[in-house]
């Protein structure tokens, strides 16, 4: 369990450490005036019970009456209902700020704990995305940091709540040592137990509630998403259940978990009043006077009522500790590993230059395995794509087409051999390679934004030029389209492209390659899925480009290619060059 916080601690930086020690000194602070709220009933009680204490000496009661220069017996109560009042009132102000602090740094925190996975995540190469579930990492990053903060919370608790525990155990030990011995010894008894049976079961619960949390994600995702497939198979139900199954799994570890949390208080309180009780029959038994108990019996009631929740919260504390166990671990590995292997180039510092390329792109003894996978895409591949020549990749579905121009596009790392730009791997400089290329996949993501926001895609909105994009958009022949728009760029298109045609979707895909005037275009089956005379008006566009452009294009029809100044076919893990058959 500690091994968990001293993670988390880890994690946090020099200012974050030191603003959680003044938090916990604040905690303790607040909980010092909590006990002296507590404790000062007693004082009240026992003056009205035994108004004789006043001219005892050593009473604190005594001594403070006399300093006060003894005003009258009812004056003095008054006094003492002020001072009460005065104290309730500053040790709740002060929570209230407490309490403020805590959010504060609490909800701040996370947030930019948040971000900092989010970004790693980011700057993971691309097949760590292949490999994960985005509503896996969409789960850590906002549930899992969440939990992280919570077992920080806790591991607070744990320290203040024992503080308080321990605090009130010795001012009831200094007023009766059996009653507190007893009662204590039983609640620890009760908290080691519990701790001893829930712990490791905690521990597994929350590992199954994160993965019901990550699948009814994607259920809810996957339901939502396929919408007009499912709607016209009448999958419906399906979906449905798929969900159902995943979120009852999801409730019942909730429910478990929050009841394994919740539950320490009853017990508690059931467990120290009937201790608590119990003695007090037993000494009465043992002959000892009633009276005796009275102001006793009070200060033990309040001290009772604040110590059995603070025993509750301790080991509701615990419990979510060990909940909480494996997303800290989580969070923890995936920072740790970002903060490690830190790129030279982070995300804010990305360079704007271009390689300048003079020869063109060459493949060496290129050969390609996915991770985690025995199956070679290709070997050995040795080609040319000389400068602003127009190349092609033909061949079968499935015979790695798509995954050669990852490797090309650099995302995809070789297993062996390299990939060339003038000689240089183009390892060297990545984003200056990435700067002068222009990708159209077969699917283009479109975000649920404006023409103008999906065409300049994350570039800031006050360095967009509007005449740049109206001019990609002739060249996609979208112009016109656009034009008549009664909102014109800033139409939003609908999530993934709803509100527009499969055509001008693939044109807006289009239009975005352009904007930024790339050296290197690269089509993936970019007009695949357009009808045949779409597809061809939109060639009409990518030709005329040729010559002034080093293209590089994967289509299936060889009609588009037909304008390709070398044809390479893909096939049987090789890639040799070959001509359209007339
Ligand atoms: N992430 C992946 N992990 C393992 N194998 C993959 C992955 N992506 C694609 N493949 C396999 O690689 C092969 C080539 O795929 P791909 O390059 O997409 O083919 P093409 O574009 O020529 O149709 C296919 O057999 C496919 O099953
Ligand atoms: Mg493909």
């Known amino acids: 369990m500690l091994r968990n916080i001293g993670k988390i601690w880890e994690l946090l930086n020099k200012k974050q450490k030191w603003v959680l020690v003044l938090l916990l000194i604040m905690t303790l602070i607040g909980t010092g005036l909590e006990l002296l709220a507590v404790s000062s009933i007693n004082p009240f009680v026992e003056t009205i019970n035994n108004p004789n204490v006043l001219n005892d000496k050593e009473a604190l009661t005594g001594k403070v009456y006399r300093l006060l220069g003894e005003p009258g017996y009812t004056e003095y109560l008054i006094i003492m209902l002020a001072g009460l009042i005065t104290i ?85 030990l200094y007023l009766d040592k059996t009653i507190t011995i007893g009662v204590v010894a039983f609640l620890v008894l009760i908290f080691g137990l519990y701790t001893a049976v829930f712990g490791k079961r905690n521990n597994r619960i929350g590992m199954e509630s994160r993965k019901a949390t990550a699948m009814r994600v994607q259920w809810v995702q996957q339901s939502l998403g396929g919408i007009k497939e499912i709607k016209i198979l009448g999958r419906e139900g399906f979906f449905l259940s798929s969900y159902d199954r995943n979120s009852a799994a999801y409730a019942k570890r909730q429910r478990q978990y929050q009841m394994t949390v ?26 000892v006077n009633a009276s005796y108990f009275m102001p006793t019996l009070t200060t033990f009631a309040v001290a009772a009522f604040r110590v059995l929740p603070s025993f509750g919260r301790l080991s509701g504390a615990y419990g979510a500790i060990a909940f909480q166990k494996s997303a800290v671990e989580e969070v923890y590995s995936g920072i740790t590993k970002a903060r490690n292997e830190k790129k030279e180039a982070g995300i804010q510092s990305k360079t704007k230059e271009r390689i300048d390329m003079q020869e063109g792109i060459a493949c060496e003894g290129v050969t390609f395995k996915y991770p985690e996978s025995d199956k070679t895409i290709f070997k050995d591949v040795n080609i040319k794509i000389p400068k602003n020549k127009s190349v092609a990749f033909i061949g079968p579905s499935g015979a790695g087409k798509t995954t050669l121009v990852d490797v090309i596009l650099g995302i995809l790392s070789p297993v062996e051999g390299k990939v060339l730009v003038d000689g240089k791997s183009i390892d060297q400089n990545i984003d200056a390679w990435h700067n002068m290329i222009g990708y159209i996949p077969q699917t283009i993501y479109l975000m649920d934004d404006t023409i103008r926001k999906n065409i300049a895609f994350g570039i800031d909105d006050n360095i967009v030029d509007d005449n740049r994009i109206w001019e990609v958009l002739k060249e996609v022949q979208l112009y016109d389209f656009v034009k008549e728009l009664p909102e014109g760029l800033d139409t939003y298109i609908g999530e993934g492209g709803a509100r527009i045609s499969g055509g001008q979707r693939q044109r807006i895909g289009i239009a975005r390659a352009l904007y930024t005037n790339p050296e290197v275009l690269v089509l993936d089956e970019a007009t695949s899925a357009l009808d045949s005379e779409t597809e061809a008006a939109i060639m009409d566009a990518i030709n005329s480009l040729m010559g002034s452009r080093t293209m590089i294009i994967i289509a299936h029809r060889l009609t588009t290619v037909e304008k390709c100044d070398i044809i390479y076919q893909v096939k049987n893990k090789k890639v040799t060059e070959t001509t359209l058959p007339k």
Request: charged share 20%; with cysteine; glycine share 6%.
């Open 88 to 172: 309730y009132i500053i040790k709740n102000a002060y929570l209230l700020v407490l309490y403020n602090v805590q959010y504060r740094f609490s909800f701040e925190n996370q947030r930019l704990m948040e971000r900092e996975l989010l970004k790693s995540y980011l700057e993971r190469e691309y097949t760590f995305h292949l490999k994960h579930n985005s509503a896996e990492l969409q789960r850590n990053v906002l549930q899992d940091v969440m939990g992280m903060y919570h077992t920080l919370s806790s591991g607070m608790t744990l320290l203040t709540e024992g503080g308080v525990c321990l605090a009130l155990f010795i001012y009831l």
């Open 262 to 287: 919740t539950a320490p208080r009853p017990i508690m309180e059931a467990a120290g009043i009937s201790a608590l009780l119990g003695i007090i029959a037993f000494k009465l038994l043992r002959g």
